[in-house]
């Protein structure tokens, strides 16, 4: 199939990740519909108050700059009704959708703090509402329109954070969360044509990170030197779509750097490095059920 006939969903694409992961598809040559709730510069600040560019209709248009074509829709990933009503748009307007991205996480503004989880305000745990539950309604509706299609793409971006301690608990509760949904999808979806995966990016360039690196030099320099582009894990889904590993790659938690050096997929034209000495290993797939 054609790539510029290809259906996907970035959300919480605004900036960040999601943006990156959205251009990538845009370079694919998809459809791509972006959501966020910034629709006007200046609705969001980064780690120190400083404004963050990036809106959702910004994101849409660089995907079409990128040779696809974007589509912005404002979403609240925290409102089920709006999660619903994106889900009936894509599927009036385009009729199917080959590819979904869980990116849409609330960031604490106090993420990157030094301070134990109970110094932190009470309201960080909201990463397990969009992040996590929000994931989850996401993917329910999506499977909805993949499995009656045979074919589809259900992806969550995730880190290290699953395995190692990294930004606190209720952090790592979501990007574990992740891991296990898509592990726990891929039963329920196995022998539909429609896969189930979990990536866990690298340190990545985008306006918070570089942010973060000017509020913490030392932390962050390492990180930031050999960072991948956010592109890059567009690419790598495309791939693990592609593949004729794809059956078995689903359900797994996969080191993106690690996945595309199997599969050939360069970060414009680096190989990034895999953090999984440094920082551990993923839940690997376990075959009991139980129901």
Known sequence: MPNHERVALVTGASRGAGAGIARGFGELGYTVYVTGRTVSPGDARGWDGTILPGTVAETAAAVT???????????????????????????????????????????????????????????????????????????WHAAQMMVPAGRGVIAFGSSFGGSCYMHGPAYGAQKAGVDKLAHDMEHDLRGT?????????????????????????????????????????AHIIHAIDASPQRDELSGQTLVGAEIAATLGVQDRGHDRPSYRAMLGDPRPKNPAAVY
């Open 193 to 233: 044509g429609v896969i189930a995966v979990s990536i866990w990016m690298g340190p990545l360039v985008t306006e918070r990170s570089l942010i973060a690196s000017q509020t913490n030099p030392e932390q962050y320099r390492d990180f930031i030197a050999s960072a991948e582009n956010p592109e890059f894990t």
């Open 65 to 139: 700059a990128a040779g696809g074509r974007g589509i912005p829709v404002m979403c609240d990933h925290g409102d089920d009704a709006q999660i619903a009503a994106l889900f009936a748009r894509i599927a009036d307007e385009s009729g199917r959708l080959d590819v979904l991205v869980n990116n849409a996480t609330y960031i604490h503004h106090q993420l990157i703090e030094k301070k134990p989880f109970w110094e932190k305000e009470l309201d960080a745990v909201r990463i397990l509402d969009v992040g996590l539950r929000s994931a989850y309604v996401a993917s």
